[in-house]
């Protein structure tokens, strides 16, 4: 018997439907990011930029915050503030996870390809 063979399309309506039946049995978390690829919608904006800038006008001599603008289905949120990263998981990981780390090294973090892969490959 031949192998079956999958179209992308194939692929990923199997995909959709596999990551919708672990959410409905409560496996997954429901995360926004999760929410658009069983939707087929994308998950990256690319009108975005890959990292924002925000500041605190109660706060005007405060640094920046950096905001990593990526989607991903490892974060939530991540953003640098004065030296320390901030993690919120797209999982049931509870709470936020801060990471001391310098400007560059989160601006490396937040520009590259895949956030998931570089936090478990040089952050923790």
């Not at 179209?7 to 496996?27: F, N």
């Not at 990292?51 to 289905?73: E, L």
């Not at 601006?107 to 952050?123: H, P, R, V, Y």
């Amino acid at each position: 018997m031949a192998a079956k063979t999958w179209t992308t399309a194939d692929k990923l309506l199997w995909q959709r439907a596999r990551i919708a039946d672990h959410v409905a049995k409560g496996r997954l978390e429901a995360t926004p990011n999760i929410k658009n690829f069983i939707a087929g919608k994308p998950m990256t904006d690319t009108a975005k930029p890959t990292v924002g800038f925000k500041t605190n006008p109660k706060k005007p001599n405060a640094g920046a915050t950096i905001v990593a603008n990526q989607a991903s289905t490892c974060f939530d949120n991540l953003e640098w503030t004065d030296g320390v990263a901030t993690a919120t998981f797209a999982n049931k990981t509870q709470g936020d996870w801060d990471y001391e780390m310098s400007r560059e090294e989160f601006l490396a973090w937040a520009t590259s390809d895949s956030l998931g892969e570089t936090f478990n490959d040089e952050i923790r």
